[in-house]
Antibody, heavy 124, light 108 residues
Framework: EVQLLESGGGLVQPGGSLRLSCVAS????????MTWVRQAPGKGLEWVSA????????YYAGSVKGRFTISRDNSKNTVFLQMNNLRAEDTAVYYC?????????????????WGQGTLVTVSS | DIQMTQSPSSLSAYVGDRVMISCRAS??????LNWYQQKPGKVPKLLIY???NLQSGVPSRFSGSGSGTDFTLTISSLQPEDFATYYC??????????FGQGTKLEIK
């Protein structure tokens, strides 16, 4: 059974930092890119960041570029999101997800695995 | 960046109705379009991938169509459990997979 368990959320003041972690199990972690998606209270889903299976490729939404850093430790099946210079508009539930659309022999094999989310609140 | 625009933003319908939700990409994305369903307090659930492929376990009343820039999610006969928010997502620039703003489907 695939499991994704996030931690690290909490209340932080504007300008502060938090580091989110997500421990994965039940699949070959290093073979899959991993993604962070957030959802502000009462709002829609926003793709935040992703990292390739090896960690060599990292990708960011424009709203977080330069402030957030994604990384992974494949020896510990863990992906991280370091969030610096946090703003009120970063307040959201942050989901770790494996939503890769892998192609094998021309056939798309989708992944659809999400953690339960961790709440980040940026407020003074 | 590819922008995804859904219409309508909200929709009211009766149980048994046929419902269609549209999604438009700001540039051609081929068939790299996915649909998710999210119920309050729950994580999103993949319904359709590759524009028209039904995810395992998803009822056949859900279907997807389209290519290029215009896509449609159709629910052929609404069931009570289908009232939720639906999101399209492009995976053309994977893993930078941006979402549409969502369509909230409510009971009339």
């Amino acid at each position: 059974e695939v499991q994704l368990l996030e931690s690290g959320g909490g209340l932080v003041q504007p300008g502060g930092s938090l580091r989110l972690s997500c421990v994965a199990s039940g699949f070959t972690f290093s073979s899959y890119p991993m993604t962070w998606v957030r959802q502000a209270p009462g709002k829609g889903l926003e793709w935040v960041s992703a990292i390739s299976g090896t960690g060599a490729g990292t990708y960011y939404a424009g709203s977080v570029k330069g402030r957030f850093t994604i990384s992974r430790d494949n020896s510990k099946n863990t992906v991280f999101l370091q969030m610096n210079n946090l703003r009120a508009e970063d307040t959201a539930v942050y989901y770790c997800a494996n939503t890769a659309m892998m192609t094998f022999g021309g056939v798309i094999v989708p992944s659809d695995y999400w953690g339960q989310g961790t709440l980040v609140t940026v407020s003074s | 960046d590819i922008q995804m625009t859904q219409s309508p933003s909200s929709l009211s319908a009766y149980v048994g109705d046929r419902v269609m939700i549209s999604c438009r990409a700001s540039q051609s994305i081929g068939i790299y379009l996915n649909w998710y369903q999210q119920k309050p307090g729950k994580v999103p659930k993949l319904l359709i991938y590759g524009a028209s492929n039904l995810q395992s376990g998803v009822p056949s009343r859900f279907s997807g169509s389209g290519s290029g820039t215009d896509f449609t999610l159709t629910i052929s006969s609404l069931q009570p459990e289908d009232f939720a928010t639906y999101y399209c997502q492009q995976s053309y620039t994977t893993p930078q997979n941006t979402f549409g703003q969502g369509t909230k489907l409510e009971i009339k």
